[in-house]
T-cell receptor, first 114, second 114 residues
């Protein structure tokens, strides 16, 4: 069965420090992978996506993620965190040929210290 | 891309009553999805709403509790029936424009059952 695991429920980083959020997936076919961000009281915003090609993908707000097939991972990174990045981050896998149906990880809550 | 409008944005309801949530998309889409996000939890897919056929429900969700309508390619409703406090959640509508593409989300409906 398809699944997504985000091992870290809550991470706290200092403003200006680098960030890496972990995501591992289980899926039998070529995965479509996404990172979404949800700010308090807000809907979901797409940060970046991987469908094929270059395994390092760039997203909005200075985020990037790297797809590693051998590790079944799609970790999210940012070189310098801003206080406005505090939010909940969700990794998701899209099911092939199911038109946008997503399986989400548990989410990682990011706190940013001044 | 797609712009999704959900109504209502939030509601407080009495147990035993029902609430219908509306989802309007600014373009025609084949499949629409309804997710539930319980407090502090990730998103779980309730069902896929297909135009012209009955909705497809995920394990643990049934039509009697969550009836869905899909009268055309831009609109869907989800009803939460005979509500209990356990139904207090954020309900989100989602669409994908085309196959094997990213999903777009509405702002969600925050439901509190008292």
């Amino acid at each position: 069965a398809q699944s997504v695991t985000q091992p870290d429920i809550h991470i706290t980083v200092s403003e200006g420090a680098s960030l890496e959020l972990r995501c591992n997936y289980s899926y039998g076919a070529t995965p479509y992978l996404f990172w979404y961000v949800q700010s308090p009281g807000q809907g979901l915003q797409l940060l970046l996506k991987y469908f094929s090609g270059d395994t390092l993908v760039q997203g909005i707000k200075g985020f990037e993620a790297e797809f590693k097939r051998s590790q079944s991972s799609f970790n999210l990174r940012k070189p310098s965190v801003h206080w406005s990045d505090a939010a909940e981050y969700f990794c998701a896998v899209g099911l092939y040929n199911q038109g946008g149906k997503l399986i989400f990880g548990q989410g990682t809550e990011l706190s940013v210290k001044p | 891309s797609a712009v999704i409008s959900q109504k209502p944005s939030r509601d407080i309801c009495q147990r035993g009553t029902s609430l219908t949530i509306q989802c309007q998309v600014d373009s025609q889409v084949t499949m629409m999805f309804w997710y539930r996000q319980q407090p502090g939890q990730s998103l779980t897919l309730i069902a896929t709403a297909n135009q012209g056929s009955e909705a497809t429900y995920e394990s643990g969700f049934v039509i009697d509790k969550f009836p869905i309508s899909r009268p055309n390619l831009t609109f869907s409703t989800l009803t939460v029936s005979n509500m209990s406090p356990e139904d207090s959640s954020i309900y989100l509508c989602s669409v994908a424009v085309g196959t094997n593409t990213e999903a777009f989300f509405g702002q969600g409906t925050r439901l509190t059952v008292v």
